[in-house]
């Protein structure tokens, strides 16, 4: 039986969000509020007063690429050239939008894709490309932005998981960027998404009629989905809790995996299985609204640059063992998940947790994105070959150094062992 003291208090999931934000978005169902007073909010702190942007919130980054991309309503067929990565609702926006998504390869060491291949794939049927900066690793997408432009195309960005502070400084050869804020470690629980609209008045004021033809999501069921989610933050988020509750797990329901039934629980919005796209398309309710302000208003950025350089050290152990951690040589890492290669990550994620270090896998919403049926497009095969090796560490932004030390000296201690017993691999 492991002890209670042998347990790492951090979980593989982690909600980032603080319990200040859970109650005053309750509280802002006791009253109606003023809709444009706080994106307006919202536009001031995410803007900073630059010019020639403008932003619209949606309920989620997929609610932002579907709304551009009905008010862009390129021909059926077009095609767009994106990172090979992606959240597979993602890809299915693109498709129920009439577009063919075309992957290309991510390198593991950037978790970025290089200009030749962008080249490699650009057809007469090429109408945008959407760069996707997945676990937080921003590679420097420069030299493939100024490409695109040369060549017309439409520019995406998808800076969900590489997100670093409001008001951070934005790109503005970028068409197109969604952000999201109200996030957990490992799926959408509370929604919210900002999309940001540069150089493009006529986009814009299409793409808010669009949305205003919506009808709002229900407050009722945010209001349902904010309860649901407390309990798991709970446990999840105090390390007391948290280490008391997965002793329990450990010991007497070693079988039970805790991760899938949370994730699946909170996960994004409940898909409409006759009208896939009617799932995203509403307007958000207005304690979102409130949510999203408030976490904006107070965000701590040298706390969480502090946070960021205690991450940093588990990498540099990591990668000292010999190990592979995806997106390492960018200069500008963040952690949204933090993950790392292994040769057997079944067997290691087993021996890990009967250690008391809740890593976990399989249960991130990313995947590898599928070439287009009957194309001669090729399958990302290279990328393939690290992403189905990925384990995720219980490492977040609360995380201490001692423990994430503790994580990431451990887990090459597993590896070596397991290749010791295993040399094949």
Sequence with gaps: MIKADQIVPYSALYIDMQYRHLFNTLWSYLKPIDQDKYIQQIEEVWLGGLKNQKILVTLCVRASTDLVLQALNWPPGSEVIITGINIPDMVQVLRLNGLIPVPIEVDPHTLGCTLDQFK?????KTKGIMISYVFGAKFDASEIIDWAKSKGLFIMEDEAESFSAPNAKLNPNVDFSTFSFGSIKTCSAFGGSISVIRNNEALYRKMKAIQETYPKWSQRNYFKRTLKNLIPMILLNSRTINRSSRWIFINFFPNWDYKEFVVNSIRGFQKNPDDILQTYRFRVPDPMLVMLALRMKTFDTDQFNMSISRQLVGQSILKKGGLLVPGHAVEDRRFWLYP?????????????????????????????????????????????????????????????????????????????MLKSQHPKL
Excluded: W
Aim: glycine share 4%.
């Design 120 to 124: 490699k794939f650009y057809t007469e």
């Design 340 to 416: 790392v290669v292994v040769a057997d990550p079944e067997t290691t994620y087993k021996v890990l947790n009967s250690r008391g270090i809740d890593a976990y896998m399989g249960v991130t919403q990313l995947d590898i994105v599928e070439s287009p049926i009957g194309s001669s497009y090729q399958y990302p095969n290279s990328t393939l070959s690290y992403f189905k090796n990925i384990l995720y560490l219980p490492i977040h932004q609360n995380a201490d150094l001692k423990s994430i030390q503790r994580i990431c000296k451990e887990v090459v201690e597993v590896v070596e």
